[in-house]
């Protein structure tokens, strides 16, 4: 197992996992592909990938806001069937070490308001719920 930096050869990847997740909150993979891509092309945002006998199974994106030393933990995903492993923790640790290098003071995180495992997983690694945003996914959810 290893977590490493992705490349741009990694975004077939990277939407097949967020394409097999588990959670359906009004992405298909259409516009998951259109989302990841747009990601990739921002020079703010970094994607490291989860690799299980050299096969994908996870993801985290970090853009980052330098000037404010703010960076913000917008995806984190494993595939369905390697979830309850403790990939996701293995991926959150990680996201925290690449925000602390990059001299981030804070990480906020968007987590779907049904995601109730991230949350979870959030507040386990100290974060907290400050805001809900209505209607922030595609399909009017939280």
Same mark, same amino acid.
């Given at each position: 197992?290893?977590?490493?930096?992705?490349?741009?050869?990694?975004?077939?990847?990277?939407?097949?996992?967020?394409?097999?997740?588990?959670?359906?909150?009004?992405?298909?993979?259409?516009?998951?592909?259109?989302?990841?891509?747009?990601?990739?092309?921002?020079?703010?945002?970094?994607?490291? &990938? @989860?690799?299980?006998?050299?096969?994908?199974?996870? %993801?985290? $994106?970090? #853009?980052?806001?330098? !000037? *404010?030393?703010?960076?913000?933990?917008?995806?984190?995903?494993?595939?369905?069937?390697?979830?309850?492993?403790?990939?996701?923790?293995?991926?959150?640790?990680?996201? &925290? @070490?690449?925000?602390?290098?990059?001299?981030?003071? %804070?990480? $906020?995180? #968007?987590?779907?308001? !049904? *995601?109730?495992?991230?949350?979870?997983?959030?507040?386990?690694?100290?974060?907290?719920?400050?805001?809900?945003?209505?209607?922030?996914?595609?399909?009017?959810?939280?």
């Amino acid at each position: 197992m290893k977590i490493r930096k992705a490349t741009s050869k990694d975004i077939e990847s990277i939407v097949k996992i967020e394409s097999n997740n588990g959670y359906k909150w009004g992405m298909n993979r259409e516009n998951n592909d259109k989302m990841i891509k747009e990601l990739f092309a921002d020079e703010k945002s970094e994607f490291y &990938i @989860l690799e299980i006998n050299n096969k994908p199974a996870g %993801y985290f $994106e970090l #853009t980052f806001d330098r !000037k *404010n030393k703010m960076c913000y933990s917008g995806f984190t995903a494993v595939v369905k069937s390697q979830q309850g492993k403790g990939y996701s923790s293995l991926l959150k640790k990680k996201s &925290i @070490l690449v925000a602390r290098k990059n001299n981030c003071k %804070y990480i $906020e995180s #968007t987590v779907w308001a !049904k *995601n109730f495992r991230m949350i979870g997983l959030n507040n386990k690694f100290g974060f907290y719920v400050y805001d809900i945003k209505k209607n922030f996914y595609p399909n009017g959810d939280s």
